[in-house]
């Protein structure tokens, strides 16, 4: 019984991990649920949150957890244009939906696959960009577990995916003999792992 307060990026929250929240709650009723959007990880340290998911490579050594999976990549387009996206001329005049002053076009592999492209507008928010990709704005780099599963959402050829990120989920050590976090941990851990191949990009 009691609270549990977790956080995470609002992004993660949605597209992924909101079912298997709402399935550990009807099984634990007398667990009330707070959740955070925030991507900070110091919110744990200050016992801001019990649990976190974050999206790194490397977490904190003063915090415990595990990494879940990969977080896949993959470059979409509207729907709306999936006729047209064989057509290697009107693709190349397409562009990016870029993020910030600073950020404008994509990096790594997959960005280097398009060189053509220009980038255009900036929405740093992740259901933003895939809001505006979604109504054809531009191609937007999005996690697969967002853009294969959005019916007006295509993958542009050549359709790879990358590797870009991990998916942690982390707690205080202070917290590793508590029973109701270590039953959200174990419930997460096992809902994400069963979303391993949408979320690296196979399904």
């Not at 404008?104 to 900036?122: E, I, M, N, W």
């Not at 853009?147 to 542009?156: A, E, F, K, S």
């Not at 998916?167 to 174990?186: A, E, G």
Request: net charge positive.
């Amino acid at each position: 019984t009691g609270e549990i307060r977790i956080t995470m990026p609002d992004i993660i929250a949605e597209h992924l991990l909101m079912p298997g929240l709402a399935g550990f709650s009807l099984q634990y009723p007398e667990i009330q649920i707070e959740i955070k959007e925030s991507v900070k990880v110091f919110n744990l340290m200050n016992r801001e949150a019990d649990v976190a998911f974050r999206i790194v490579k490397e977490p904190p050594e003063y915090l415990i957890g595990r990494k879940l999976v990969s977080i896949h990549r993959a470059c979409y387009i509207s729907a709306k244009y999936q006729n047209k996206i064989k057509d290697n001329d009107w693709l190349k005049e397409q562009n990016w939906i870029g993020w910030t002053d600073k950020i404008t076009k994509p990096v790594g592999q997959l960005a280097r696959d398009y060189p053509k492209f220009q980038s255009k507008h900036k929405i740093a928010n992740g259901n933003l960009n895939a809001a505006a990709c979604r109504e054809g704005m531009g191609v937007a780099f999005l996690p697969c577990f967002v853009g294969d599963v959005d019916p007006n959402l295509v993958r542009i050829p050549p359709e790879k995916t990358e590797e870009k990120y991990d998916l942690w989920l982390l707690s205080h050590p202070d917290l590793r003999k508590n029973l109701k976090v270590q039953k959200i941990v174990r419930y997460m851990t096992e809902y994400v792992l069963a979303q391993k191949d949408l979320v690296e990009g196979r399904k």
